[in-house]
């Protein structure tokens, strides 16, 4: 019985000296080699990977600790030969090659390339109505490979809106491993639109459908996926993609960024340039190149006078994650100030005024872009990390070239809403947000914008699930934006109060003082100028301007009107607004049909050389799909102008309308005066902005200019009205 025991004993032994061995290496295995969900690995096990994203990032409630994971496939890259570059370009033709050519432009710029075997650019067109050339086909996706002085045919294909993900990530994949060199970028070529409605719209789709940030994420990951290749850097010929949002997607897939924060011009990049530089350095890596673009697109923006709104950054990639980190310290700091009604409207009122992109105002449209290293200079007295953060962004922009509207633009920009545009935009936003804070920050001051927050105030509890973590990109229930539809801005906010209640003092100036609740809620300050018409009946706004003088450290103001308006040289006024202000000068936006096309003619008012106006020429602003023109039309002889104005029965507040001046012929030496206004009746009053949007209009005081240009001030609007045979 003895032995039996022994051999069993041993038996057993040997059994479990194997399961233990086993276990142990498995649990060597697990402990050390990468995990393959989604066919790859993780860099790290902080958070559960997201199906068909290439990032993952998430944050604890209790701790704020900030985790970011990046997908690396289990697919080795095929490289190609040594010091050799090819430049992928996904080129939506849209309107700008309909209407004027824009993309064919730049395609023969790609074929002014050296006998060389070391730089290519490969191509496909799509995305317009009409090609302005023979060789791409409207009705098909084209396929292009360039060769010194021409492009090869390589493949036509059925038809495919430039806006879907799948498109792109078909395209990017069929490069990749049909021309594999040691160098490898993405461009793509169109109008941009930020954070919120991406790139590329495709006007041969409806509703000229584009490429959003997260189907941009979706298609490099599919991509990533078979090939394994990273870039060397992904750019966008378009307009206001310099964006953290959008640079923080690209570093999973990228060691560079290359975009502009602002407009650009129809020409956009300088192709020529870049190919004449790779040849002469096959050998440049991501960084070195990202100069050379950064430099020739300026030096192509100056060529045609539009070097002073330029902007262009290249980011290095590597360096988003640590700037993450520090912004979700910040961020925390943030959304817990914002609880403090004082230091929520010093910090907004920072915001508003620091450097924005793409227009954002009410006649052009809202971009919502605004600087990044500006909304940290706004924050940073009243939070913590701003500082860290700052100096995170400065190493993660290493190159950048800007203009003098935006000389101390940091590089990249972020959303904010300046104007809340409805939910399918916040939507947008919260599946791109680098963090819980920020976003619970946003949603605070939309959701108090609209009067949706819940009795006993707002927390971030939303958006944090049942364990206590924030997901990226599962941040919130669907429909938690949906009450934002209906919100209004109704030009009577309830915020702004007075300690002394808007009035015209004996000196004939109108003036008035914010108590420490309207303070605390005002973030801007316009005077705005109506005018009656002959009829007596309508007024018609004139705009808003900067005639007013204030303190904001003691809430007082009084205007500053001296009689004198914007006009067209036949002395027609236009309705001005102004939409940016530097040391030197405004730029004013002027609703206007230049040849029947409703557009705006934009200004520059220089403080010095006596005032001196310049005219920069007619912009579009965002059309209804969201996306940017990009072409400052300029003036030229024998155009038409015709100003429009907004127009309000005095007597119907639903009769708003509009009302358009008679036509003016452009002349030889055109420009714009600044003169006392024409004899007529015109109405003065305050529009007070709150932290949220809204506005408190002050009750109006009537002046009259006379024919020397001198304004004198009724006491009473209403014995104006009925001495003037307005009202009876």
Request: with cysteine; hydrophobic share 35%; glycine share 10%.
């Amino acid at each position: 019985m003895k032995d039996v025991a022994k051999k069993w004993l041993k038996r057993i032994l040997i059994v479990v000296g194997i399961i233990f061995g086993l276990f142990v290496a498995l649990f060597i295995w697990a402990l050390f080699s990468p995990d393959t969900e989604e066919g790859g690995t993780r860099e790290s096990n902080a958070a559960t990977w997201k199906t068909n994203r290439g990032t993952s990032m998430n944050v604890d409630q209790t701790s704020g600790d900030f985790n970011v994971d990046r997908f690396v496939p289990d697919v080795k890259p095929e490289i190609g030969d040594e010091d050799t570059w090819t430049i992928l370009v996904y080129l939506c033709g849209s309107d700008l090659e309909s209407d004027g050519g824009g993309a064919t432009v730049d395609f023969s710029e790609m074929l002014d390339l050296k006998e060389t075997d070391s730089v290519r650019f490969v191509v496909e067109t799509g995305g317009a109505k009409q090609w302005q050339n023979e060789a791409v086909k409207n009705d098909k996706l084209m396929r292009f490979v360039s060769v010194p002085g021409d492009m090869t045919i390589e493949e036509e294909l059925p038809l495919a809106g430039m806006g879907e993900s799948q498109t792109f990530s078909d395209f990017v994949t069929w490069g990749v491993e049909n021309y594999p060199s040691e160098h490898m970028g993405v461009i793509l070529w169109d109008h941009g639109s930020g954070s919120i409605n991406g790139v590329c719209f495709d006007e041969t789709t409806e509703e000229c459908d584009s490429l959003t940030l997260p189907e941009m994420d979706k298609a490099l990951f599919d991509s990533y996926s078979k090939t394994g290749r990273k870039f060397d850097f992904i750019g966008f010929d378009a307009c206001l993609m310099g964006t953290v949002e959008n640079a923080n997607i690209l570093a999973t897939y990228s060691d560079y960024m290359y975009a502009s924060q602002e407009l650009e011009p129809g020409t956009g990049w300088d192709y020529t340039a870049i190919g004449d530089f790779l040849y002469k350095n096959p050998d440049a890596n991501g960084l070195e190149l990202g100069k050379a673009v950064s430099d020739s697109y300026m030096k192509s923006c100056e060529s045609i006078d539009e070097g002073y709104d330029a902007t262009f950054s290249v980011v290095d990639l590597s360096k988003i994650d640590n700037f993450n980190a520090k912004f979700n310290t910040f961020s925390k700091s943030l959304f817990e100030a914002g609880g403090d009604d004082a230091k929520l409207g010093e910090m907004v009122r920072g915001i508003v005024s620091t450097d924005n992109f793409g227009g954002n105002n009410k006649n052009e449209g809202y971009t919502n872009m605004v600087d990044l290293g500006g909304i940290l200079d706004a924050c940073a007295p009243y939070t913590q990390g701003a500082d860290e953060a700052k100096a995170a962004l400065k190493e993660a922009v290493v190159y950048s070239v800007n203009g003098t509207t935006h000389a101390n633009a940091s590089g990249l920009s972020m959303y904010y809403p300046l104007s809340i545009q409805g939910s399918n935009e916040l939507e947008i936003f919260g599946s791109v947000s680098l963090n819980p804070y920020y976003l619970a920050f946003v949603d605070r001051h939309v959701q108090s914008a609209a009067g949706t927050v819940a009795e006993g105030g707002y927390s971030d509890d939303a958006l944090f699930n049942a364990d206590g973590a924030w997901n990226y990109g599962e941040n919130l229930e669907e429909g938690h934006w949906s009450g934002i539809d209906d919100y209004e801005a109704t030009g009577e906010s309830q915020l702004i109060t007075f300690a002394h209640a808007p009035a015209l003092d004996a000196d004939g100036i109108y003036s008035f003082e914010l108590d420490v609740n309207g303070y605390n809620n005002a973030s801007e300050v316009h005077s705005v100028v109506f005018q009656y018409m002959p009829e007596g009946k309508d007024i018609i706004c004139l705009g808003y301007t900067n005639d007013w003088a204030g303190d904001w450290q003691t809430g007082k103001f009084s205007d500053n009107f001296d009689g004198r308006w914007l006009a067209l040289p036949d002395n027609q006024k236009l309705a001005y607004y102004v939409i940016d202000e530097t040391d030197d000068y405004l730029v004013y936006t002027c609703p206007i049909y230049l040849n029947g096309e409703k557009t705006n003619l934009r200004i520059r008012h220089y403080f010095g050389d006596e005032g001196r106006l310049e005219v920069e020429g007619a912009w579009d602003g965002l059309n209804e799909y969201g996306a940017a023109s990009r072409d400052v039309v300029k003036i030229k002889e024998g155009d038409v102008i015709v100003p429009a104005y907004e127009s309000y029965n005095i007597f119907d507040d639903n009769a708003e309308g509009e009302y358009n001046g008679g036509e003016y012929v452009v002349g030889a030496d055109f420009n714009v005066c600044y003169d006392y206004m024409s004899e007529a009746h015109y109405l003065f009053a305050f529009d007070i902005v709150d932290i949220y949007g809204d506005s408190y209009t002050t009750d109006p005081v009537m002046f009259d200019v006379d024919a020397n240009g001198q304004a004198s001030f009724y006491e009473s609007l209403e014995d104006a009205l009925i001495q003037n045979g307005i009202v009876e």
